[in-house]
């Protein structure tokens, strides 16, 4: 027998993926406690939680409803998974825009050790924003080596990639791509990431974002690094 926290589970997925969407109506706690095989206190637990995370809300004489905005910013990471999942990018109200490809020498420390090359060697940096319901949420920033590039030239080209590098490296090399431990770290925006978030703050304010990187591999050695810097007040799921 499922537990709430499993119930939970399911209609988050759900949330995520955009099988239900803001406004929907969730199934009636008799409803789901049939088709979960659970006691109607089950899925009242189950609920309650969901409500907790601001992805669900009660409206009077309506029932329980999909949040009209998700609390919880999709990050580059758990769109991947999305997109295995149901082979959609964007969940409801989701889009980004700001799309550059860029050639450039990387001298960033961080993304030279993640990607295992030296200081001013040229790499491909992609960066878009992701938007909710036309609201900045995030930029992504995706860097990847020249090794990956030649297995994978659309990486540098403009047109958005539809498909994840890594199903594309895999079926040109026979090679598996694994991602590696998702960290977090806080610093200070830059002025790009001010802008392409549409902060409204004073010149020269200092202001704090949470950055969240994983690094991708295959057998042998690093192929891609991706950094998804959040909007402050934003929430996002840690796994």
């Not at 095989?37 to 907790?52: C, E, Q, S």
């Not at 860097?143 to 080209?157: C, D, I, K, N, W």
Request: aromatic share 6%.
């Amino acid at each position: 027998m499922l537990g709430y926290a499993e119930i939970a589970t399911h209609f988050r997925r759900q949330i995520a993926d955009g099988e239900l969407n803001p406004g929907d109506e969730m199934p009636s706690y008799n409803k789901a406690a049939e088709q979960f095989g659970v006691n109607r206190t089950t899925v009242i637990r189950a609920y309650d939680l969901l409500k907790t995370e601001g992805l669900i809300v009660s409206r009077s004489g309506v029932g329980t409803v999909v949040a009209a905005r998700p609390a919880v910013v999709i990050s580059g990471v758990d769109r991947l998974d999305r997109l295995h999942r149901t082979g959609r990018r964007y969940g409801a109200g989701e889009d980004s825009t700001g799309h550059r490809v860029m050639r450039r020498s990387v001298v960033d420390g961080r993304v030279c050790q993640a990607l295992d090359v030296e200081p001013g060697e040229e790499v491909v940096i992609r960066i878009r924003t992701f938007r909710q319901d036309g609201r900045p949420t995030s930029v992504g920033v995706s860097v990847y080596p020249p090794r990956t590039v030649a297995e994978v030239p659309e990486l540098a080209e403009e047109e958005r990639m539809e498909r994840y590098f890594g199903d594309i490296y895999t079926e040109r090399t026979g090679r598996e791509v694994t991602k590696g431990q998702r960290t977090a770290h806080a610093r200070q925006a830059s002025q790009d990431e001010i802008d392409a978030l549409q902060l409204d703050v004073p010149a020269h304010m200092a202001v704090a974002v949470l950055v969240t990187n994983v690094t991708f591999h295959d057998d042998k050695g690093p192929l891609g690094y991706w950094e998804d810097v959040y909007a402050p007040g934003e929430q996002i799921p840690v796994s």
